[in-house]
Structures are given as C-alpha cells and as structure tokens.
T-cell receptor, first 112, second 110 residues
Framework: DTEVTQTPKHLVMGMTNKKSLKCEQH?????MYWYKQKAKKPPELMFV???????INESVPSRFSPECPNSSLLNLHLHALQPEDSALYLCASSRGEGYEQYFGPGTRLTVT | GIQVEQSPPDLILQEGANSTLRCNFSDSVNNLQWFHQNPWGQLINLFY?????KQNGRLSATTVATERYSLLYISSSQTTDSGVYFC????????????WGLGTSLAVNP
C-alpha cells in the first residue's frame, strides 16, 4: 500500500476561521512533509517531521501550525489565513528524510 | 545549493508520438525523482532514479550521475499523459530537502 490520504479535498475558509488539514499514511514511513503549491509552480516545502519531531520549518508564518500526533498522522492547523495562502497543500511521506517521497492527492484551499 | 533545471518548459504532442524530457542538476545527488502532476493536482511518482535506467510500461528514465542529468522518455504518448512533469533531487551530503525543477508542461492532443 503506497497511499497517502488527505482530507478534505477542498476547503473554503474565511480569514477569521480556524480549520485543519489532515494527512495519513500506513506505509510505516517515519518522515512526513507539508508542501504548498501555487498554480504553475513546483511544490514549496513548509515542514518536515522525522520520527514525530519537527525537523525542518521553512520559516512558515505562525498562522500555519503543524502537528504530528503519531507516526501515521500529520495535521496542519490553519488560523487567520490571508487570501494569498490560497493554494494546493500537499502532504508527503518517506521511509526517512532523504528517501523517496510519496505524495497525497492534496487539499485545494481557498481563503476568502 | 543544488540547482535543478528542466527542459523544455512546454511541449505539445500528437497522440502516439514519442518525447524526451531532460533534467540537469548542478551537483551530485543522493535522490532523484520524476513526478507527473495530473490536471487534478495529484503528484504521481514515476521513478526514483539517482542513477541508472528504469522502465515502467511506456515510460523509461535514465540518470547519468557523472554528467549530472536525467532523461524521461515517453513513448506512444496518450492524452492521459498530459500534465506537468517535475524532476526533483536531493543534493548528496547532509541534505534532506527535495529541490525541484520548474517542470515541463505536456499537452497530448488526440
């Protein structure tokens, strides 16, 4: 099973809302990633968790808050977002940092 | 840090045609991946190929690590091959981040 799942598929939220994106993998991978992708651009790394600990934070604004409750789950908590945060948010996992990454289908986020 | 460049940026094919996409990287790599992003946004792993040659159906890839390039071959293209093809690499050494090329946007016309 080489599947990474993400929920929801689509999300529309106002600038004062709080919402969460969820990601799950059952491949026994120990590294999990959040990426942000704008139209016609490659994905940009936001966060990396390795063995459930935050390993990389790419200077992401604090309105994005990651959480790794266990080795299979990764959340991204959203609060007070701006319209420019509208994008496709992709989750990925790998056996460890530096190994082949597998991506989920993404959550398309619109901030109004 | 490493730079990854892809060519061509855009490609239009007739169904049934063959094509070659290129990825150049500026330093030695531990990890090189090819992805296909379909029109719905799903990033599909095509190959993990830091060196050597692999084939999967109509697709094959070759990475010549000593010359710092990788090629993705698509044969007998189909309309479902349309989308963006990304190459991404992790620099050798103590580096853990995938560095992405800007992609090749492929349109296959019926």
């Amino acid at each position: 099973d080489t599947e990474v799942t993400q929920t929801p598929k689509h999300l529309v939220m106002g600038m004062t809302n709080k919402k969460s994106l969820k990601c799950e993998q059952h491949m026994g991978h120990r590294a999990m990633y959040w990426y942000k992708q704008k139209a016609k651009k490659p994905p940009e790394l936001m966060f990396v968790y390795s063995y459930e600990k935050l390993s990389i934070n790419e200077s992401v604004p604090s309105r994005f808050s990651p959480e790794c409750p266990n080795s299979s789950l990764l959340n991204l908590h959203l609060h007070a977002l701006q319209p420019e945060d509208s994008a496709l948010y992709l989750c990925a996992s790998s056996r460890g940092e530096g190994y082949e990454q597998y991506f989920g289908p993404g959550t398309r986020l619109t901030v109004t | 840090g490493i730079q990854v460049e892809q060519s061509p940026p855009d490609l239009i094919l007739q169904e049934g045609a063959n094509s070659t996409l290129r990825c150049n990287f500026s330093d030695s790599v531990n990890n090189l991946q090819w992805f296909h992003q379909n029109p719905w946004g799903q990033l599909i792993n095509l190959f993990y190929i830091p060196s050597g040659t692999k084939q999967n159906g109509r697709l094959s890839a070759t990475t010549v690590a000593t010359e710092r390039y990788s090629l993705l071959y698509i044969s007998s293209s189909q309309t479902t091959d349309s989308g963006v093809y990304f190459c991404a690499a992790i620099e050798a050494g103590n580096n853990r981040k995938l560095i992405w090329g800007l992609g090749t946007s492929l349109a296959v016309n019926p």
